[in-house]
């Protein structure tokens, strides 16, 4: 599928990302479940994560996010036509943390929406505006994913709790004066049927006749997610790739979902892209669902790797089972 032909075209302009202050080690955690540092670092990469307080909401993340990227953008977001929030765990069911965030800044032209497509949703958010930009109908989009995943742990299940980290980042997505733009190839992907007995939380007790566990908290068959990621992401790239008519070579950085470095060495061996190529978040932040790749980014911009021009893939995959996959390029000012 090639990329449509459009009326305008879209860039990402700027980032800001925020993580809470206090932060959950495995030395907490050994604490708190049958574990080891160890058995954490060795089967995940993770060290540590950053835990929302207990009056601390996503939509509290996703605002300080939002005010650093208004930081280094230079300018008021008065002109923003658009909030995307993707988040699995809201404030509310309603108001919408796309509304929280639209009254924080005043943003009085801004339409609001919040997406839900697991820890995919950076992605997804990203493909929308670059949607919505492109055909013309916006100007400027700030997409913004946070999570709050502590709420929804459950700190007396070993194979869940030292995974999570709560987090948020934001971008600010625009249309491009010179139509060249940065968003090159996308690739999208549900397997519905992989979803209620591999990942989820929520408040059904029992689905279909059958009997679930949980109460709210998130269940997880962690060795069915991690084989089913693998092998789609894997695949997605090639497809990514071919769609793109690109090789890896011209692949600058790779920016998987941080779930697992385990993971992520997984999926690099399997498609064949060199480790040292990727950004990720999960050692230091954990597994922060939608925020994870946002957190990477930043991680990239920090360290001076990720660089303005660099071509990025972003591959978000979680829960439904969902996954999505894009290729752009990076057209945030480097700060230096
Ligand atoms: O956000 C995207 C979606 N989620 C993911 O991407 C998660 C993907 N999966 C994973 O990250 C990994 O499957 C886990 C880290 C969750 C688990 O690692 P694993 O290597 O797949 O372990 P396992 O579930 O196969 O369990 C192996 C053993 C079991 O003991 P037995 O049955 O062999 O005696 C577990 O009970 O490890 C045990 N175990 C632990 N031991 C110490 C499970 N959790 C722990 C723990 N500490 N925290």
């Given at each position: 599928m090639a990329t449509p032909k459009s009326l305008s075209k879209a860039r990402i302009t700027a980032l800001g990302t925020y993580v809470p202050d206090k932060i959950l080690t495995n030395e907490d955690l050994e604490r708190l479940v049958d574990t080891s540092d160890e058995w954490i670092v060795q089967r995940t990469g993770i060290k540590e994560r950053h835990i929302a307080a207990e009056d601390e909401f996503t939509s509290h993340l996703c605002i300080r996010a939002a005010e650093r990227l208004r930081e280094t953008y230079?300018?008021?977001?008065?002109?923003?036509d658009l909030i995307i929030a993707s988040t699995?765990?809201?404030?509310?069911?309603?108001?919408?943390v796309s509304c929280r965030v639209q009254q924080h800044f005043g943003m009085e032209r801004a339409g609001a929406i919040d997406l839900n497509a697991t820890c995919a949703g950076f992605a997804y958010a990203l493909h929308l505006a670059n949607g919505m930009i492109s055909s013309g109908l916006h100007r400027k989009i700030l997409v913004v994913a946070g999570e709050t995943m502590s709420k929804i742990t459950?700190?007396?299940d070993r194979s869940t709790c030292i995974l999570f980290g709560d987090g948020a980042g934001a971008v600010l997505v625009e249309a491009d004066p010179e139509l060249s733009g940065g968003f090159e190839s996308v690739i999208l992907g549900t397997?519905?049927?992989?979803?209620i007995h591999v990942y989820r939380t929520g408040?059904?007790?029992?689905m279909d006749g059958q009997p679930l566990e949980g109460k709210g908290k998130i269940v997880q068959n962690g060795r069915e997610v991690f084989k089913w990621a693998v092998r789609t992401v894997s695949a997605g790239i090639e497809q990514l790739l071919e769609q793109a008519e690109l090789?890896?070579?011209?692949?600058d950085w790779f920016v998987p979902h941080s779930a697992n470095l385990r993971m992520i060495e997984s999926i690099c061996e399997k498609a064949d892209?060199?480790?040292?190529k990727t950004l990720q978040?999960?050692?230091?932040?954990?597994?922060?669902?939608?925020?994870s790749i946002p957190l990477a980014l930043q991680a990239g911009v920090n360290s001076g790797?990720?660089?303005?021009g660099d071509r990025v893939l972003l591959y978000g995959f979680g829960s439904g089972l969902t996954h999505a996959g894009l290729l752009l390029r990076w057209d945030v000012p480097d700060l230096s």
């Open positions: 230079g300018a008021a977001l008065d002109d923003v699995t765990t809201p404030d509310f069911s309603f108001p919408t459950d700190y007396t397997n519905g049927a992989g979803g408040l059904a007790e029992q090789t890896r070579e011209d692949i892209l060199p480790l040292a978040s999960v050692q230091d932040m954990g597994n922060t669902s939608s925020a790797r990720l660089k303005f």
